[in-house]
């Protein structure tokens, strides 16, 4: 499975190969071509591997979800959309105006 977007934010998983683990967090940009069941695969992948937060960003409804893992298991945000500002468990400080990510040309 090769994820759109993967953030480790421990360097001692890395080496030339990739990752050795799960990443801290994951994010899949979904398109026409993903199928609900390649969706629930991969959540339930990366929920037994650890990763601990999973974002879904569905660019065509302008909406991101945001799994964190609590206890073993994905708790899921809201929905949030265009206009709002998400932050991460994961990357202390860090904040996405998602305005910015649904933005048209």
Known sequence: IQPDISVICDHSKLDDKG??????????ILSPSNSKVELQNKYELYE??????YWIIHPSENTLQINVLVNGSY???RLYTSGQK??????????LELEEVFEED
């Open 19 to 28: 990752c050795f683990g799960a990443p801290d967090l994951i994010v899949e």
């Open 86 to 95: 998400v932050t991460s468990t994961v990357l202390p400080g860090f904040e």
């Open 75 to 77: 708790q899921p945000s």
């Open 48 to 53: 037994e591997f650890g990763v601990r937060e």
